[in-house]
Structure formats: structure tokens, C-alpha cells
């Protein structure tokens, strides 16, 4: 049971625009930014989203996150068949002497 | 370019132990935090703890408090991850990160994994 909740997959065709939530507690979210990672089949997570809202270098512009509260979600504009990966949210928990949590993931299928 | 480069995968049986390395390039290792994330099979990222290579001061999450061991080898540029007491639940991916000094700051640069199994 991860700290962070996120739905299990989600669906799209080319070209549409999708999102995904990630659901989380006062100590984590609610306290301190949120960042998205995108794990394409066989590789190792890739950063996507830092401090809610910003994209490392490299990271094409249909990638955007936002957060409200103890929810955050990554937005997926103009959707790719690349795009088609396990994505997770991640935040810095402040109990038990701080910690990272993760969301379960969300696989995304690009139809 | 940074780089984070772990050793080969390993097999181990019920009730022993694994020692995985982490050896990282491109940027001065003492001004990064090493985190070990890990991924069981079909499931999510699970953090495991971080060391900070300049003083060797660690943190771990409290599901492994009592079997992990982060250390760090200054002159190598290597960290190191061992799990003890290892069960079929142990069973992963084993991944190092890298993040830029501050515990809370997002690991930004990952190893490629280390696949770890546990059988009897």
C-alpha cells in the first residue's frame, strides 16, 4: 500500500490530452512539492516533473504538473505513443525523521 | 555527464546477505546525496534511505531500519547498499539516485538497477 495514491492506468488515443492524479496527506504533498517520474518498459525511472510545475532540460512541454492542497496531477498534452509508460509521483514525507514516499504508479496505455 | 553505474545482478539465498555498488561519475561525489530506491516486481518505488558522501551520514526508512547498511567509499566515488537477511520478498530491482545536496531534494540522476533474487 503506497502513501501516495494514484489510479492504477489510465487510457488515451494520439493526440488527447490525459492526466494523472496523486492523492496525499499533510505531511507529504500538503507540506512539500511534489515531482512525477516516467519509467518507460525495462529502463529506470526518468525525472519528468520537479517542484510541481517545472521540467528538467529535455522534457518536451506536453509534459505539465500541478498542485493543490494534498493532490497533484501531471497533465500529458498532445498524447504520443512514446508517452506509454509507468508513471509515479514522489514527495518528501516530513515524519518519521523525513522520508520519500511514492505513489503505486499509473500505467499508461496509449491506444 | 553524471553518471551512476551499479554492479551485475546477483543471486542469493533465503537468510543471507547482498552488498550492491554504486559508482558514480561526472560530478564531485561528495556534493550529491546517494539515495537506494528499490522495485519489486510489477510494483512501485519503494526509498530505502540516502547517505551524504561527504560525512557519511545516513537516513534510513523505518521498514529497514534493522537490515540495510549505507556506506560510502570517498576515494572510489562509490556508494554501497547491503541488505541483510534477505527473504523471497526481497526479490528487485535495486536502484541507485542521485539529488542535489538536501535530503528533501528530488533524485534527479538514476543507476541503470541491479536486479537482486532471493531463493531457497
Known amino acids: 500500500q503506497s502513501v501516495l495514491t494514484q489510479p492504477p492506468s489510465a487510457s488515451g488515443t494520439p493526440g488527447q490530452r490525459v492526466t494523472i492524479s496523486c492523492s496525499g496527506s499533510s505531511s507529504n504533498i500538503g507540506s512539500n512539492t511534489v515531482n512525477w517520474y516516467q519509467q518507460l518498459p525495462g529502463t529506470a525511472p526518468k525525472l519528468l516533473i520537479y517542484s510541481n510545475n517545472q521540467r528538467p532540460s529535455g522534457v518536451p512541454d506536453r509534459f505539465s504538473g500541478s498542485k493543490s492542497g494534498t493532490s497533484a496531477s501531471l497533465a500529458i498534452s498532445g498524447l504520443q505513443s512514446e508517452d506509454e509508460a509507468d508513471y509515479y509521483c514522489?514527495?518528501?514525507?516530513?515524519?518519521?525523521?523525513?522520508?520519500?514516499?511514492f505513489g503505486g504508479g499509473t500505467k499508461l496505455t496509449v491506444l | 555527464q553524471m553518471q551512476l553505474v551499479q554492479s551485475g545482478a546477483e543471486v542469493k539465498k533465503t537468510g543471507s546477505s547482498v552488498k550492491v555498488s554504486c559508482k558514480a561519475s561526472?560530478?564531485?561525489?561528495?556534493?550529491?546525496?546517494l539515495h537506494w530506491v528499490r522495485q519489486a516486481p510489477g510494483q512501485a518505488l519503494e526509498w530505502m534511505g540516502w547517505i551524504t558522501p561527504f560525512n557519511g551520514n545516513t537516513n534510513y526508512a523505518q521498514k529497514f531500519q534493522d537490515r540495510v547498511t549505507i556506506t560510502r567509499d570517498r576515494s572510489m566515488s562509490t556508494a554501497y547498499m547491503e541488505l541483510s537477511s534477505l527473504r523471497s520478498e526481497d526479490t528487485a530491482m535495486y536502484y541507485c539516485?542521485?539529488?542535489?545536496?538536501?535530503?528533501?531534494?528530488?533524485?534527479?540522476?538514476w543507476g541503470q538497477g541491479t536486479l537482486v533474487t532471493v531463493s531457497s
Open positions: 514522489a514527495a518528501w514525507d516530513d515524519s518519521l525523521n523525513g522520508h520519500w514516499v
Open positions: 561526472g560530478y564531485t561525489f561528495t556534493y550529491r546525496y
Open positions: 539516485a542521485s539529488s542535489a545536496m538536501g535530503a528533501s531534494i528530488e533524485p534527479d540522476y
